[in-house]
């Protein structure tokens, strides 16, 4: 069966919410936005890219840390307005050094693992 590039629907804003999912364990290690350009850039490398809009610029995931995304495979929602990264996670997904972002419960239990120190990697 053939298939096509889905459209994917960026509205008014000019991103979309990319979850990525570790593709190997399931486990959800963060939500970052994409622009279009983010999304080429992935597309194009392999290599997770994300829009930052604090600081209004495209990044890529592992580009100051070293804990890079590659992903192997891209999927979007039925909307076409939400993305999922499945990747290979080298490292903390998340800047606190934690593997993931969700690394703490709305109680604030710590159930999340910290893999490695960012005052080391962020000086």
Do not use: N
């Amino acid at each position: 069966m053939m298939s096509e590039d889905v459209a994917v629907d960026f509205g008014d804003s000019g991103l979309v919410p990319a979850v990525a999912q570790d593709a190997d364990s399931g486990e959800v290690l963060m939500l970052a936005y994409v622009s279009p350009d983010a999304l080429e850039r992935t597309r194009e490398t392999g290599r997770a890219h994300y829009y930052s809009r604090s600081r209004e610029e495209l990044w890529e995931k592992g580009a100051t840390s070293g804990h890079t995304q590659e992903v192997e495979e891209i999927r979007v929602d039925c909307d076409a307005d939400t993305l999922l990264y499945l990747v290979d996670q080298s490292g903390g997904a998340c800047h606190t050094g934690h593997r993931s972002c969700f690394y703490r419960t709305i109680d604030g239990e710590h159930v999340g693992e910290q893999v490695f120190d960012p005052d080391a990697v962020y000086e």
